[in-house]
C-alpha cells in the first residue's frame, strides 16, 4: 500500500515543511535575541542600581564622618562635658538638632569609659559599649567612623 503523490502535492508538501522548518528557526532566533536583550538590559539595570546605592552609601559615610567631626569640635558639648555637670538632657537636645530629617537612627556621646550620656535614642543613654570595636578603634586610633 504505497500512496503515490502527485507532483503537485510533493511540491505543497515540500513547501509547507519548508515554512515550517525556516517560521520554526525564525522564532528561535526571534526568542534567543530577545532573551539576549533582555538580559543585558537587566544586567545594565542592576550596574546602574548598584553604581547609585554605593553613591548613596558614600554620600552617607561621608556624612557620618562629617558629622562626627563636628561634634568632636563643638564648642556647647564640649563646655558641657569640661564643666562636668553632665546634663543628658541639654545634650540631647543639642544632639537633636543634627539629625535633621532623622538621617540617623542614633546620634550619642560617649565617655571614655564606654558609658553613654547622652542620645537622641533615649535607650542608649546610661548603657556601656566599651565592648564594642568602633569604641575600641576610637580610643586607639582617634576615629572609627
Known amino acids: 500500500m504505497s500512496i503515490r503523490l502527485s507532483l503537485r502535492n510533493k511540491i505543497v508538501i515540500s513547501t509547507i515543511v519548508v515554512i ?3 517560521g ?3 522564532t528561535a532566533s526571534v526568542y534567543v535575541y530577545s532573551k539576549n536583550i533582555l538580559k543585558d538590559k537587566e544586567i545594565e539595570t542592576l550596574r546602574q542600581t548598584s553604581i547609585n546605592t554605593a553613591d548613596e552609601l558614600g554620600l552617607i559615610l561621608g556624612n557620618s564622618l562629617s558629622l562626627a567631626k563636628t561634634l568632636s ?3 556647647s558639648i564640649i563646655d558641657i562635658l569640661k564643666r562636668g555637670d553632665i546634663i543628658g538632657e541639654q545634650l540631647e537636645n543639642h544632639l537633636d538638632h543634627f539629625n535633621v530629617d ?4 542614633a546620634i550619642y556621646i560617649m ?3 564606654g ?3 547622652a542620645s537622641t535614642d533615649k535607650s542608649f543613654v546610661d548603657k556601656n ?3 564594642r570595636s568602633y569604641f575600641k578603634n576610637a580610643l586607639t586610633n582617634g576615629s572609627a567612623v
Open 24 to 26: 520554526v528557526l525564525a
Open 20 to 22: 515550517a522548518v525556516f
Open 73 to 75: 569640635k563643638d564648642h
Open 111 to 113: 565617655l571614655p569609659d
Open 129 to 131: 559599649y566599651s565592648f
Open 102 to 105: 532623622n538621617n540617623f537612627s
Open 115 to 117: 558609658k553613654t550620656i
